[in-house]
């Protein structure tokens, strides 16, 4: 729980990253992520003017570790997501703890959580929050809640952060319409217990169907799965071809590998079955 001083909406939480490059970021300035993290903190620190390091990963997740060893003198933002953005891999708390115990305290921290309703338990990062620590945790109503194209994304961030936020804010950033359909999702449990159900169904049902198909895939806590197939914008394209949308890879440096979200049943299936017919 905390008071309504330590939250800043946004039109989708990628508003709020594009917030704290405003508020942070000089050019020349740097932040640090890790490989295979989501491209959008590369692609806006690019825009203001700033170098991204990017820590070699760990089995496609963050290395924590290496995350530290990249820090310069002009680092301000550490942008860490868990679950990982494209691989699904999650840091547990007690990695998180580890990490938190040795970062720079003038350092920003930003953890990116879009698809933390998917993972039970999710490691708690408000309590840094809490304990009036430099992070910034984000959130978003655009994955479990299914409300993409309204664009509602928040930050939970200690009130002396959130203010430097809102002098960059645009003053009508999020539409009425969105704030009323995410009051409503919040309340509807009932939708989000059961988008979690088939989300778990469905990933159990890939990673069976990869192991018969014999392909590498990475262990996911989040709603899609990262799986290795050869040519992986090749078979984006074919697949398209067969009306069947996944992600190609080859702009994370993971050219084999395609990402595929998990739908219904009959849709995953019907993924699995023009996948065959394309490998």
Request: aromatic share 8%.
């Amino acid at each position: 729980n905390v008071t309504p001083d330590h939250i800043l909406l946004g039109n989708g939480s990628n508003e709020i990253i594009e917030l704290l490059a405003h508020a942070f970021l000089e050019r020349g300035d740097a932040i640090v992520t890790s490989e295979h993290a989501f491209v959008a903190y590369k692609i806006i620190a690019r825009v203001f003017g700033a170098q991204t390091i990017e820590a070699p990963s760990r089995d496609y997740g963050h290395d924590l570790d290496a995350i530290l060893d990249a820090i310069t003198d002009r680092s301000e933002l550490i942008f860490i997501v868990n679950p990982n953005n494209p691989t699904g891999t999650l840091l547990s708390a007690d990695a998180i703890e580890h990490f938190m115990t040795r970062v720079p305290p003038a350092m920003v921290v930003v953890f990116d959580e879009a698809y933390y309703e998917f993972v039970d338990p999710m490691p708690d990062t408000l309590r840094y929050v809490r304990d009036g620590r430099n992070v910034v945790t984000l959130r978003t109503f655009s994955k479990i809640h299914g409300l993409a194209s309204l664009r509602v994304g928040y930050g939970i961030a200690p009130p002396e952060l959130i203010e430097v936020m809102h002098k960059t804010r645009q003053p009508f950033n999020v539409s009425g319409v969105g704030q009323v359909a995410a009051l409503a999702a919040l309340a509807d449990e009932e939708h989000q217990c059961e988008t979690k159900r088939l989300v778990d169904e469905g990933r159990a049902f890939f990673e069976k169907e990869f192991r018969a198909m014999k392909l590498s895939f990475v262990p996911s806590a989040a709603n899609f799965v990262l799986v290795k197939v050869g040519d992986g914008l090749a078979v984006f394209r074919a697949l398209l071809q067969r009306k069947v949308i996944v992600r190609a890879m080859k702009g994370y440096n993971l050219p084999e590998w395609i990402r595929l979200t998990i739908g219904t049943m009959d849709q995953n299936q019907k993924c699995i079955t023009a996948l065959r017919e394309v490998l």
